[in-house]
């Protein structure tokens, strides 16, 4: 059936809008209260590593994976861009999984990275949208992110939907190699569960964010930033924000600023903070007082304890709901996505078609 805009002006803000739903469902499946729900023959016991390979947004939402499989399985995880991987002739541990990550499965350089590794690899796994599609057939495992249709070329609900599905199975990973207990299994999970409720909290920030949009809709430069498993989610707000508004854009990880990015501040330039009240929270702090001592813009997205602390001297500030740390770039990504997609409708942008991009890029 023809998927319809069903009353939004554009596909993106219909899928952004549609991330509880779609969650909720995904959540049903590999959540039921039996517990986690993946193939059984996806047992990480033996694994000496993972490997996660994908393009674009694919790709940030495995670099978040990377802090998850990491902190809760204690394995080893390499990323990268399928474009890199396939040449670069890696070599790869029999031991090891290797994972791709495509929304479209159709994707031509993530497919030939996936024939790579086919012979190599204990097993590959495939994250996709699309259960038809060439990357989920040739894998042996594939895992639907069941996110429904996407016509927008900017990827949203696929991300949240990506995330959720690695989510779980890094929690399965630190089941299965007995490196979380069932009580943290069962902590992660509850939080995991609040998701679609808090993403609804999140998107009642449209409003906000559509006001914001009309003065950053005027910059040359934009600037996000983030620590721990916010940073992927920097670079993803970045790259959100140039597909479709063509203003250009950079993540950065919040402690790397001094390194490079700080040069470019000036009165001009919004830096858009992504900050939930976390351990780091303090170090992240800093990092932006830096950028306020230099006139930058700052826009603070963090929870009430975190406004609380540091909203003051801001230029702007939005309040999401509180979520336990693993997993605030699942919550986050909604501001990350509405402030790319009301800064690219105050430019009077082809949200849903940007120029030059392709849904699926299946050439190389
Ligand atoms: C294109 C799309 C992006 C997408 C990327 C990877 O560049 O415009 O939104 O993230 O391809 O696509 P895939 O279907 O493999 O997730």
């Given at each position: 059936?023809?998927?319809?805009?069903?009353?939004?002006?554009?596909?993106?803000?219909?899928?952004?809008?549609?991330?509880?739903?779609?969650?909720?469902?995904?959540?049903?499946?590999?959540?039921?209260?039996?517990?986690?729900?993946?193939?059984?023959?996806?047992?990480?016991?033996?694994?000496?590593?993972?490997?996660?390979i994908?393009?674009?947004?694919?790709?940030?939402?495995?670099?978040v994976?990377?802090?998850?499989?990491?902190?809760?399985?204690?394995?080893?995880?390499?990323?990268?861009?399928?474009s890199?991987?396939?040449?670069?002739?890696?070599?790869?541990?029999?031991?090891s999984?290797?994972?791709?990550?495509?929304?479209?499965?159709?994707?031509?350089?993530?497919?030939?990275?996936?024939?790579?590794?086919?012979?190599?690899?204990?097993?590959?796994?495939?994250?996709?949208?699309?259960?038809?599609?060439?990357?989920?057939?040739?894998?042996d495992?594939?895992?639907?992110?069941?996110?429904?249709?996407?016509?927008?070329?900017?990827?949203?609900?696929?991300?949240?939907?990506?995330?959720?599905?690695?989510?779980?199975?890094?929690?399965?990973?630190?089941?299965?190699?007995?490196?979380?207990?069932p009580?943290?299994?069962?902590?992660?999970?509850?939080?995991?569960?609040?998701l679609?409720?808090?993403?609804?909290?999140?998107?009642?920030?449209?409003?906000?964010?559509?006001?914001?949009?009309?003065?950053?809709?005027?910059?040359q430069?934009?600037?996000?930033?983030?620590?721990?498993?916010?940073?992927?989610?920097?670079?993803?707000?970045?790259?959100?924000?140039?597909?479709?508004?063509?203003?250009?854009?950079?993540?950065?990880?919040s402690?790397e600023?001094?390194?490079?990015?700080?040069?470019?501040?000036d009165?001009?330039?919004?830096?858009?903070?992504?900050?939930?009240?976390?351990?780091?929270?303090?170090?992240?702090?800093?990092?932006?007082?830096e950028?306020?001592?230099?006139?930058g813009?700052?826009?603070?997205?963090?929870?009430?304890k975190?406004?609380?602390?540091?909203?003051e001297?801001?230029?702007?500030?939005?309040q999401?709901?509180?979520?336990?740390?693993?997993?605030?770039?699942?919550?986050?990504?909604?501001?990350?996505q509405?402030?790319?997609y009301?800064?690219?409708?105050?430019?009077?942008?082809?949200?849903?078609?940007p120029?030059?991009?392709?849904?699926?890029?299946?050439?190389?």
């Amino acid at each position: 059936a023809q998927v319809e805009k069903g009353g939004y002006k554009h596909f993106m803000a219909k899928e952004i809008a549609e991330q509880p739903v779609v969650l909720a469902d995904a959540l049903r499946h590999y959540l039921p209260k039996t517990g986690l729900n993946l193939p059984a023959d996806l047992d990480f016991s033996g694994v000496d590593r993972i490997t996660l390979i994908a393009c674009g947004t694919a790709h940030y939402a495995c670099a978040v994976a990377k802090y998850w499989f990491e902190q809760f399985a204690q394995i080893p995880v390499e990323i990268d861009v399928a474009s890199e991987f396939r040449y670069r002739e890696p070599p790869l541990s029999e031991r090891s999984f290797a994972v791709f990550v495509s929304q479209s499965g159709e994707t031509a350089d993530t497919l030939a990275a996936l024939r790579y590794c086919s012979e190599r690899v204990a097993k590959t796994v495939a994250v996709v949208n699309v259960p038809t599609s060439s990357i989920a057939r040739e894998a042996d495992i594939a895992l639907p992110i069941l996110a429904g249709v996407e016509v927008g070329v900017a990827s949203t609900k696929a991300f949240t939907a990506q995330l959720l599905v690695l989510a779980v199975m890094a929690l399965k990973a630190g089941n299965d190699r007995g490196t979380l207990s069932p009580e943290q299994i069962a902590a992660h999970s509850d939080t995991l569960l609040t998701l679609p409720g808090l993403m609804n909290q999140a998107l009642t920030l449209s409003e906000p964010i559509a006001r914001l949009a009309e003065q950053l809709a005027e910059a040359q430069d934009i600037l996000f930033l983030g620590r721990g498993p916010m940073f992927p989610l920097a670079l993803e707000g970045a790259l959100k924000l140039k597909e479709i508004s063509y203003i250009h854009a950079e993540g950065y990880a919040s402690g790397e600023l001094k390194h490079g990015p700080i040069a470019l501040i000036d009165r001009m330039v919004p830096v858009i903070v992504m900050a939930p009240h976390d351990r780091l929270f303090d170090k992240t702090v800093s990092n932006m007082q830096e950028v306020m001592a230099r006139h930058g813009m700052v826009l603070l997205a963090s929870d009430a304890k975190g406004l609380a602390v540091a909203g003051e001297g801001t230029w702007a500030t939005l309040q999401l709901p509180e979520i336990a740390e693993p997993f605030a770039p699942i919550l986050y990504a909604v501001p990350a996505q509405l402030l790319a997609y009301y800064t690219a409708v105050a430019k009077g942008t082809d949200v849903d078609q940007p120029r030059n991009l392709a849904k699926s890029v299946t050439v190389e």
